[in-house]
Nanobody, 117 residues
Framework: QVQLVESGRALVQPGGSLRLSCAAS????????MGWYRQAPGKQRELVAA???????NYTDSVKGRFTISRDNAKNTVYLQMNSLKPEDTAVYYC???????????WGQGTQVTVSS
């Protein structure tokens, strides 16, 4: 059974920091492209950051320089370090794992991040 379990749900003040974690089980984690998506109320889900099997990151423009994605293949975990948080970062954040050659695509249950004073 495949599971992606996010942690790090929080209410954070603007300018604050938060680290999200996503622990994967039931997959060959090192073979998966891992990503963090977010969905704000009334908006479509968007890709925030992704990291390849080789550890190369990509970010959407709005978070570049503030967010850092990383992975620990020994722990089957992907992280999203979020700094200088803004109210517009408020959303449900979802962990995602893709393995294109197998056509597999898995989602976590989502974790709420609220940035507000």
């Amino acid at each position: 059974q495949v599971q992606l379990v996010e942690s790090g749900r929080a209410l954070v003040q603007p300018g604050g920091s938060l680290r999200l974690s996503c622990a994967a089980s039931g997959i060959l984690f090192g073979r998966y492209l891992m990503g963090w998506y977010r969905q704000a109320p009334g908006k479509q889900r968007e890709l925030v950051a992704a990291i390849t099997t080789g550890g190369s990151p990509n970010y959407t423009d709005s978070v570049k320089g503030r967010f850092t994605i990383s992975r620990d293949n020994a722990k089957n975990t992907v992280y999203l370090q979020m700094n200088s948080l803004k109210p517009e970062d408020t959303a449900v954040y979802y962990c995602n794992g893709k393995r294109a050659e197998r056509g597999t695509n898995y989602w976590g249950q989502g974790t709420q991040v609220t940035v507000s004073s």
